[in-house]
């Protein structure tokens, strides 16, 4: 295993982005990066030894966010696929947090549940031939966003109105292979079973997506974790599996090849184990994945500990050889 730093500047630093950082693809020159509490997407280039010289992209000057350019948008995955860059929000209800500092106000903060249009996102942005450049594209949200087509669906409707800390719907990763989405729950959890989405989506020529019907799902046997990322590697996914509750690990990566007819229900013997991921407690929680060149696959985490966060102001991310 060995470290290579990513280094953001001042403004992502002061945003936190360096430690919330939720998604990760590769691109010709570099990374694309987004973290979970802004509304913006970026850009890193391998520079010698780093990967810097960041550009940062707000989210709504290439489509139209349903709460506007200020919302988070808690992106949490990134896919790169046929000139296109996709991102998807994670479709989640949030529960306020309990604060050590007013403790009488934990019930209610606890009973206080908070819905943001801005997660409710899945987006499509075309990329410039030569330098892979954004330019305005498509989004699928509103009043036809994912959960609106899961509102009747027997396994996942139940979880709808659950935050996704406590187990409800939670979108944690995506990977696009073809015309197949693959969108990764890290929620809901059904006895141990998680649950990956197959998608398909169309253009409507008006900065609209549209879910072709009927969307499939697919049960997988990871020991009661839920899917926290996906990337595709030829015929087959990598998913980074992890705990589905504000939990330390543990957290692996396995292979699923899905074939062209993916399976329905897969079970434990029909999926690879790649890597036991190391993780810290209450720190280093591995979020995202991104194949490199020579097998070489980088994870990044969220809450990183003290000891990756560099001088420079970067984070250093782990690449293992796979």
Known sequence: MEQVELRFDQASQESQTHTNLSAIRRSPTGLWIAGDETATFEHLTW???????????????????PAGREEEADIEGLARADGHLWMVGSHSLKRRRVK???????????????RQENRFIL??????????IPEPGAIMAGGRNLTTHL???RHLAPF?????KDNGLDVEGIAVVGERVYLGLRGPVLRGWAVLLEL??????KGKLRLREPYRKHFLDLSGLGVRDLCPDGDS??????????????????????GPEPRQVVPQDALETVLELPFGVGCDHPEGLALLGGRRLMVVYDSPSPGRITAAGGVLADVFTI
């Open 47 to 65: 520079v010698g030894d780093h990967f810097g010289a960041q550009r940062t992209y707000p989210l709504a000057d290439y489509v139209d966010l």
């Open 100 to 114: 050590s500092k007013d403790p009488d106000k934990a019930a209610d903060r606890l009973a206080t549940v908070v």
């Open 123 to 132: 987006v499509r942005l075309p990329l410039s031939q030569g330098t892979e």
């Open 151 to 153: 509102a009747g669906d």
């Open 160 to 164: 709808l109105a659950l935050p996704g």
């Open 200 to 205: 398909r989506v169309e253009d409507t020529g």
């Open 237 to 258: 996914l990598l998913l980074l599996a992890g705990p589905t509750m504000d939990l330390d690990g543990p957290v692996r990566v396995l292979r699923w090849r899905p």
